[in-house]
């Protein structure tokens, strides 16, 4: 985008109409000079860093998904990138570099997209490494794999900024002090966490944030049994998932598991390091909780400072162990079991048994208080995918119905549209707090009340609806500005448009090489 400094304006103060022109030409000036660059062997570049060092704003990175990439690492500073793989899943090792002691990519731009990566090898000198470093505002993670790495994810505070990550993969990252973890989300207004598989965290917790707004919907959370090694070595993490600092959380149509071996016996913590956040009202719907420790557990640990009881519906608690901490929580057709029926616990179909008591066992759980709907809509496919849930006249208690469903959904888009902001300058790193490690002593309190400030919920716009407009070649047209997502089942990319926008690779990059692809608009305007 071209700047327009005030040097090479009239003194005179110029009309709201000529910013305004200004404005839209700069838009339009960027948006058509945007490049594609092609990273691997017989590209342009040799390597993602040297893509991205030559990058505009706008621009689109599309890396061999054939190779390994080892050693490079760099900053990222330009605005509304998207960094791709493409014709499979590009390696990044950091192979013992780092970009400015702090990570493989450290995201200064903002509006970033990284998709179809996998990252590994991330360490530092203070132990808090990560694959991707985030100190910019808003960012989008998809279809990728972070493994062995210090930290997966750790931001710097920015409490303007929105972050997206769905469909991707996340496993034994932590350096093993506790202090580090498959991903640490710091102070940032939103988190959108969904149809993801977080496991096997080394000591710290499959997910940690400090985010004002959490929405963590239809994951996986969960551990290999120790000795076993699935697609990372079995780690023993502390909490699933850990809400320091409250907030306003959705947490629907999850599995969490807590393995035998662990370093701390709670699933869910919420508040329990102080309620700073503005909003302390946790939705806890639909999700089936495993606990395999036979001797400890605590489902869902929530801090004395929380005020609002908990909402806690339509969820399987199966296991020994507290179901909660706060005396005053709300406990609506919720169902304990050392062993509930499922159809195949040890596999995961997780799917009520034929005449378990959890079939039509359910309540409607309507909307939060802000006006949120808290019905679950779909269900965790593993790997890191998502199916439409089935419904019948009245909900299942726990993550899955009865009925099976056997067809993926498409991937959707985020529900957090981020507003473009300039290059923000590298923060410093963050400190972060230590994992606890021994059984915490609860004390209670949490309800159903909206947050106490007027913050936006970047939540309402949930129930999004996406319309076909084009197959490969046409012009897709709408009105408005909308979202529109171009490719084949599960294999999409993503660009925001007004009113139409050429349904080509020319435009998208190719995201299913060799497939017959279509345009969709979203019913979200932007």
Known sequence: MSIVTSSSLSFRRPSALTVGVLIALASVSSASTAAVRSVGPGKTYATPCKAIAAAANGDTIEIDGTQTYRGDVCGIYQNDLTIRGVNGRPKIDAAGMNSMGKAIWVVIGANITVDNVEMFGAKVADQNGAALRLEGNNFTLRRSFLHDNENGILTSPHPTSNILIE?????????????????????????????????????????????????????????????????TASGQPSYEVDLPNAGTAYVIGNVIEQPSANQNPTMLAYGEEGVTNPGQDLYVINNTFLNDDSSRGTFIMVGSGVTTPVVMQNNIFSGVGATTTQLNAIDRTNYRSLAPAFVNRSA????????????????????????????????????????????????????YAAIAVVTPAPTPTPTVSP???????????????????????????????????????????????????????QTCRFKGRRMVRYGAGNMLAFKNATGSIACTSAVFGDPATGKAKICQYSSILR
């Not at 779909?378 to 419904?391: I, W």
């Not at 949490?446 to 609806?465: D, G, H, Q, R, W």
């Open 167 to 231: 469909n991707s993969e996340f496993g034994y990252n932590g350096y093993g002090t506790g202090y580090t973890h498959n991903l640490y989300i710091g102070t940032v207004n939103s988190l959108t966490f969904r149809y993801n598989y977080s496991h096997d965290a080394n000591v710290g917790h499959n997910l940690k944030s400090r985010a004002k707004f959490n929405n963590i919907s239809y994951n996986r959370f969960s551990s290999t049994p120790p000795g076993q090694t699935g697609s």
């Open 419 to 473: 507003t473009p902001t300039t290059t923000p300058t590298p923060t410093t790193t963050p400190t972060p707090t230590p994992t606890p490690t021994v059984s915490p002593t609860p004390t209670p309190t949490p309800t159903v009340t909206p947050p106490v400030t007027s913050a936006p919920n970047p939540f309402l716009n949930n129930a999004e609806i996406w319309t076909t407009c084009a197959t490969e070649g």
């Open 348 to 399: 995961y179909d997780l799917r009520p048994a034929a005449g378990a008591p959890t079939i039509n066992a359910g309540s409607a759980a309507g909307l939060s208080a802000s006006g949120v709907s808290l019905v679950a809509n779909a269900q965790y496919l593993h790997t890191a995918s998502v199916q439409p849930r089935a419904v019948a006249s009245t909900i299942d208690i726990g993550a």
